[in-house]
Nanobody, 121 residues
């Protein structure tokens, strides 16, 4: 069993900051890429940022310069520091991890349950 548990969402005013965390736990062998995606009401889920196990990062154009993704491999945890938040950042944010379970050779995508981020005055 593998679980991804997110935390850190909430309500923030425009221009404010939030930090999301996502911890993977369970029978994990190794983790490849981790990332954050988001889904706003009436829209498709979109990529926000990803980070490889070596630390290479990739960002959506809409968040470049404002969001920073990082990870702690020892804790199987990925973070998303969000600064200069805008109302259009309002969405449910989902954590993703591409990993192998203990004893398995297959890479599989796992998702967290999502955390709400609302940017409003």
């Amino acid at each position: 069993q593998v679980q991804l548990v997110e935390s850190g969402g909430g309500l923030v005013q425009p221009g404010g900051s939030l930090r999301l965390s996502c911890a993977a736990s369970g029978s994990i062998g190794s983790i490849n890429q981790m990332g954050w995606y988001r889904q706003a009401p009436g829209k498709q889920r979109e990529l926000v940022a990803t980070i490889s196990n070596g630390g290479s990062t990739n960002y959506a154009d809409s968040v470049k310069g404002r969001f920073t993704i990082s990870r702690d491999n020892a804790k199987n945890t990925v973070y998303l520091q969000m600064n200069s938040l805008k109302p259009e950042d309002t969405a449910v944010y989902y954590c993703n991890a591409n990993l192998r379970r203990l004893g398995s050779l297959r890479w599989t995508d796992y998702w967290g349950q999502g955390t709400q981020v609302t940017v409003s005055s």
